[in-house]
């Protein structure tokens, strides 16, 4: 396979490195937590977001307030955003069913579809407040019939109050308690029970490095959805394609945050060295370019390969977060990759959609994790869980009697005589030979 790197971003025993220094300091946070609870969480609370309140969690008097302060237009359009993300989640929730069946005579077998109790939804704030990760959590949850919620976001940093547009999308997705606490704080908060809360069954949502690491740490403590960390996104373009479009897309998720992949995969060699006189044009004019710039400058990759069969091979060992196909047969990708976290099928369409406004769900597995999960959707807030039933004398013993070998054969003696028990009380004679 011919793979030429036109540009390559930081190599990978920097970003290793960088990866442990994140482990560490979110080991020591999360254990500060467990350790000193509530106290931890307002002094860390005060240390990286100089907020620090009688009471994290908002009253609904707050909260009433606070979505009066967001103009008619922008609470219609949330509204309008939440009713594309709940309806395809409803439509999603619709394939799961449950199950029963009898196998052979007298055995039922079967499952149901049971909601998690009760979840944790991060929504990031910071340097964006990311008012479309509500819906993607928060919504999703009280579709998929999750009875509790808990919502977490941090304060505005430039404000130092409570996001207002984000608090709204939490209240409009159903949150039934809202917290104003951001970053790994918050995770832990959710995770043991702190500052009020109950402990959750289970947290979700994206956020930067720390979150993510936060979130694998306290995997197991709680359940999590997956691990979504920076934002990653590949372009597959060819010549159809124009360093414009390409150039645009790359950096519409570059801005993210400084530690952002963006990634072109091309056939055409013309796009592939257009692409650096494009990126400087453009950030020349870009409000967010110091960041999607940064991004660009470490992580920011250009690869050219031969064919669409290369494309889809090496597109697969990345594993993006976003991929987005621009090329004259984008169905070819949806038929052929098995590796991302959503696909943006051809011009008309682009990641800004799927994060914003047109129904699929924005919270995606990064670093990798799209080799082995997909993203956030209702069946990740629900567990298929089986069960089993036996009706007849018949039935018990015939499995009994099997149940009964197969345990001997792995010297399991208190399992067979489980069996055994059944046999002898529910079997025929020639079934106890």
Request: a negative charge; aromatic letters at 6%.
């Amino acid at each position: 396979m011919a793979v030429t790197y036109i540009k390559k971003g930081i190599t990978e025993a920097d970003s290793s490195a960088n990866q442990v220094k994140t482990r560490q300091i979110v080991e020591g946070i999360l254990n500060d937590v467990a350790t000193r609870r509530d106290e931890a969480v307002r002094e860390l609370s005060n240390k990286f977001d100089k907020w620090n309140p009688e009471s994290f969690r908002l009253s609904d008097e707050q909260i009433q307030d606070i979505i009066a302060t967001v103009s008619e237009s922008t609470q219609k359009d949330i509204k309008w955003a939440q009713a594309q993300v709940r309806r395809f989640a409803q439509i999603q929730k619709s394939t799961l069913r449950d199950v029963e069946i009898e196998t052979i005579p007298g055995v039922i077998l079967g499952h149901k579809n049971l909601p998690v109790n009760s979840v944790g939804c991060y929504v990031p704030g910071g340097r964006y407040p990311m008012v479309a990760s509500a819906h993607m959590s928060v919504l999703t949850a009280k579709v998929a019939g999750v009875k509790r919620i808990i919502a977490c976001t941090p304060p505005d940093p430039k404000s130092g109050m409570p996001p207002a547009e984000t608090v709204t999308a939490m209240h409009f997705g159903g949150a039934d308690e809202i917290y104003i606490l951001g970053g790994v704080q918050a995770m832990a908060a959710m995770a043991y029970g702190c500052v009020g809360m109950q402990q959750v069954d289970m947290i979700v949502g994206p956020g930067n490095q720390y979150v993510a690491e936060a979130k694998r740490q306290l995997f197991g403590q709680v359940g999590i959805d997956l691990l979504a960390g920076p934002t990653e996104t590949l372009v597959i373009a060819d010549e159809t394609c124009d360093a414009e479009q390409v150039v645009t897309d790359l950096l519409g998720q570059a801005e993210h945050g400084p530690n952002s992949p963006a990634v072109l995969l091309t056939t055409s060699e013309d796009l592939a060295m257009a692409i650096d006189d494009e990126v400087k044009k453009q950030l020349a004019v870009l409000s967010t370019g110091d960041i999607a710039g940064k991004a660009w400058e470490d992580y920011g990759q250009v690869i050219l390969v031969e064919s669409e069969e290369e494309m889809v091979e090496v597109a697969d060992d990345i594993a993006s977060e976003h991929v987005q196909i621009n090329t004259k047969n984008p169905d070819y990708f949806l038929e052929h990759m098995t590796n991302y976290g959503a696909l943006f099928l051809g011009n008309r369409t682009n990641v800004a959609y799927g994060d914003k406004a047109i129904g699929t769900n924005h919270t995606l597995p990064t670093k990798k994790a799209a080799r082995y999960t997909g993203g956030l959707w209702v069946g990740k807030f629900i567990k298929t869980c089986t069960y089993q039933k036996v009706t007849t004398d018949e039935a018990s013993a015939l499995v009994g009697s099997y149940c009964s070998r197969l345990c001997k054969i792995e010297g399991f003696i208190g399992h067979k005589e489980q069996a055994d028990l059944r046999v002898r009380r529910y079997g025929k004679k020639e079934e106890l030979a």
